[in-house]
């Protein structure tokens, strides 16, 4: 019964764990660090360019936008959302 009841609750704190770490595993993807990561490896988005600037400070500061950013599936699509939020083009570089 002792045995019984300490294989339960090691279950159970293995699945806390794991849910632990997903939740981690998310946080770390919407991190500061892995979006500029992100933003400096777009193709057609020059570093230090207008869009770029704009970018970084949209997404340093909403935490909201960077969760937004990382859903885009396609390179195209994240450049098109940070047009959008910046109001700066990419061709205006």
Do not use: H
């Not at 500061?32 to 704009?54: D, G, H, K, Q």
């Not at 949209?58 to 109001?87: C, P, Q, S, W």
């Amino acid at each position: 019964m002792v045995v019984e009841a300490c294989v339960k609750r090691t279950e159970a704190l293995e699945v806390k764990n794991k849910i632990a770490e997903r939740m981690l595993e998310r946080q770390e993807a919407f991190s500061i660090e892995n979006v500029l990561e992100i933003l400096y490896a777009l193709p057609e988005v020059r570093e230090w360019s207008p869009l770029y600037e704009a970018a970084m400070e949209t997404l340093i500061d909403n935490e909201g936008n960077r969760r937004a950013f990382v859903t885009m599936k396609t390179d195209e699509a994240k450049i098109r959302f940070l047009e959008l939020r910046t109001k700066i083009k990419r061709d205006d570089d």
